[in-house]
């Protein structure tokens, strides 16, 4: 987490950047707010503003969005009435401090905003075979793919790979491809000079060369526009990179992760996805099974969860009554581990027995998890099975009939190659060679649909 705090350093400010420094942060500071844009532009990054609520809190947000540089601002100050605070929050800050600070705020407030505490919760032997190689491979420059659902921690291991590398002591720094719009990515990843564009007063220092020596993250890859693709491409191959409106290359020292929710090959295939890009990001790819396909993470997770937002609201820390463990290890999770936390963190604030009870863990719209054993449903799935089996298929081939039995069981199993692999009684290898050769013959596979999995 790097804080950059805006305003004379009195002694109340002063304390304020010792607790913030307590908690974690890499703090710098300047004291105006065209020190502030000038820091910024100019490369050092920030993942946060501290800034004193007099000071010209929506000039400063309106001079960094001018420079296209996008980082949330706290306000903060000593005997700050209402209205002074509402102001702040009115003028952009997304957050106050009051002044003197308390130690406990300046953490909750810097942990809601960089969220860098994400500890690897690991107990299910298929996440362990994820670290494993995780481990082997984090000691070298190699670019890494890390692919999986959405929510299933891709982030965490991408910091996981850097703290574990010869960078760990250098920046990581971060960016969501999709989160940004186009006009304004090219800029955020590779700076720009002094009129690119109105509004483009000076240069301006992108992550490329803010993460010299260090990681850069490049999450959800996928929805990267094709023209910056080429010039990502370029800056892979060559590590060097071209500022918007520059006119010599700048070389720069980094290593590149990346992160897709979406099938790159089949991305490639679609004409949406450069092939040679895929080609020098997947060097190595780790793979993050969904939070069902680890069924051992999740009662470890959600006590993880349950003892930080105890911890985070300030009430006692209750265990996971018996009934509640079953609820969370029969549910399908499809929003994986970013949806087991949230009802982690509601199950916290509703319960108000001895313990969580199994009422308190609801869905965002406040239903209960789902009710389906996943039992019963490989049960109908496999009824479903046996009666297909028993159609009549006179005048067709056995292969054909086979193929027919395969993808109607696959059909009804949601596109899951795991369910539809145990009811038909054969490998999931040898139902992927299946699929595969049907495929490449012209024949219409079901793709696995939300909360089912490709195994």
């Known amino acids: 987490m790097r804080l950059l705090v805006v305003g004379r350093l009195n002694g109340q400010l002063s304390t304020a950047v010792k607790m913030a420094m307590s908690a974690g942060a890499k703090v710098s500071h300047v004291e105006t707010i065209e020190a502030a844009t000038h820091a910024l532009r100019a490369g050092q990054g920030a993942d946060l503003l501290m800034v004193e609520y007099q000071l010209d809190i929506a000039g400063l947000i309106a001079a960094n969005e001018a420079e296209r540089i996008r980082v949330p601002v706290v306000a903060c100050g000593v005997g700050a009435d209402a209205m002074g605070a509402a102001a702040a929050i009115k003028a952009g800050a997304k957050e106050f401090i009051p002044l003197p600070p308390d130690a406990e705020l300046i953490a909750a407030v810097l942990a809601a905003v960089a969220d860098d505490n994400r500890p690897m919760v690991v107990h299910d032997q298929a996440m362990k075979a ?31 790979v850097h703290q574990k590398s010869r960078r760990a ?14 006009n304004l990515l090219e800029s955020e990843l590779f700076g720009h000079e002094k009129g690119a564009f109105t509004g483009a007063v000076a240069r301006r220092i992108g992550k490329f060369e803010e993460a010299n020596g260090g990681t850069l993250l490049l999450d959800e890859i996928s ?53 040679d890009l895929l080609y020098r990001l997947n060097v190595v790819n780790l793979r993050l099974p969904p939070l069902r396909e680890r069924p051992g993470d999740v009662l470890a997770l959600a006590e993880f969860f349950v003892k930080k937002y105890a911890a985070a609201n300030g009430v006692p820390v209750r265990p996971l009554s018996a009934d509640a463990r079953r609820r969370l290890g029969i549910h399908r999770w499809p929003g994986n581990v970013r949806e087991l936390e949230n009802a982690m963190h509601r199950a916290v604030l509703l319960s108000v027995g001895p313990e969580i009870e199994e009422a308190a863990i609801r869905l965002p719209d406040g239903q209960p998890l789902s009710t389906v054993d996943p039992a019963a449903r490989t049960a109908h799935a496999a009824s479903f099975a046996a009666e297909s089996a028993s159609r009549g298929f006179v005048g067709q081939t056995v292969a054909s009939m086979e193929q027919q039995l395969i993808l109607d069981t696959l059909e009804h199993c949601l596109g899951n190659r795991t369910h539809a692999a145990n009811i038909l009684g054969i490998s999931i290898r040898t139902l992927r060679n299946k699929l595969k050769e049907y495929a490449e013959a012209g024949v219409s596979v079901p793709a696995p649909q939300m909360g089912a999995s490709a195994a």
């Open 130 to 160: 994820v670290i494993a190689l995780a481990d082997q491979i984090a000691g070298s420059d190699a670019s890494i793919l890390i692919t999986g659902e959405s929510g299933s921690g891709k982030e965490v291991i991408a910091r996981y």
């Open 169 to 182: 002591s250098k920046p990581f720094i971060s960016v969501n491809c999709a989160a940004i719009p186009e």
């Open 223 to 275: 929805e990267m526009d094709a023209r910056l693709q080429a010039k990502l491409l370029r800056a892979i191959q060559e590590r060097e990179i071209d500022r918007v409106g520059g006119t010599k290359p700048v070389r720069v020292d980094i290593r590149i992760l990346a992160t897709s929710n979406r099938d790159l090959a089949q991305a490639v295939k679609d004409g949406t996805f450069r092939e």
